[in-house]
């Protein structure tokens, strides 16, 4: 099980990024995926998570109305879409794989250490 995520960069405040993550081994219906990230002196939260087979994502409240977590089945890929960005959602960005098993995506959301795959993150810097 391989996770590949990328689409960092430096945006400007207001901006817009779409992070992707590419996953190997494994296909996106085995799986629950998510986003999450790490802020310097911070802990790792929760952004996205979505259901295996997409039946269901469920976002962080910052992210409400501002991201969007898709996948391409096709690809094998999932992405979030970051937009109107904020200093604040300034991070290392990694994309995750859990199996989940009983416990909830929400759960996961909330506990990133119920994932159990991990790709390596992505920088992603908005200034003011």
């Known amino acids: 099980v391989q996770l590949q995520a990328s689409g960092g960069g430096l945006v400007q405040a207001g901006g817009s990024l779409r992070l992707s993550c590419v996953l190997s081994g494994f296909t996106l219906d085995s799986y629950a995926i998510g986003w999450f990230r790490q802020a310097p002196g911070k802990e790792r939260e929760g952004v996205s998570c979505?259901?295996?087979?997409?039946?269901?994502?469920v976002y962080a409240d910052f992210a409400k109305g501002r991201f969007t977590f898709s996948r391409d089945k096709a690809k094998n890929t999932v992405y979030l879409q970051m937009n109107s960005l904020k200093p604040e959602d300034t991070a290392v960005y990694y994309c995750?794989?859990?199996?989940?098993?009983?416990?909830?995506?929400?759960?996961?959301?909330?506990?990133?250490?119920?994932?159990?795959?991990w790709g390596k993150g992505t920088q992603v810097t908005v200034s003011s």
């Open positions: 995750a794989a859990g199996a989940l098993e009983d416990v909830t995506i929400v759960q996961a959301l909330a506990h990133p250490d119920y994932m159990d795959d």
């Open positions: 979505t259901a295996p087979n997409g039946g269901n994502t």
